[in-house]
């Protein structure tokens, strides 16, 4: 009995459904997907979390004319204040 033997496959096959049944079979699938995918990440380097919000980004800061008007806004307060 060789490895180019139907037999053989078709006994390993039943050994092999019998040691793991067919729920844990269906789940190996995934689970390879997912350890290669995280396996050419780590190969890339790509320590960002995919499932970050949007509130975790970065902002840039704002644009200068936005700074000027509400510093000119937080002078008039001040100066209204302190009367």
Do not use: C, Y
Not at 9 to 25: C, D, E, P, Y
């Amino acid at each position: 009995m060789g490895l180019d033997s139907i037999w053989h496959w078709l006994i390993l096959l039943i050994i092999v459904l019998a040691l793991f049944g067919t729920s844990k079979l269906t789940k190996i699938g995934p689970d390879i997907g997912n350890a290669v995918r995280e396996f050419k990440k780590a190969l890339r380097g790509d320590d960002k979390d995919d499932s970050r919000s949007d509130d975790d980004t970065l902002r840039a800061d704002p644009p200068a004319q936005a700074t000027a008007e509400s510093a000119q806004k937080q002078e008039r307060h001040d100066a209204g204040s302190s009367k």
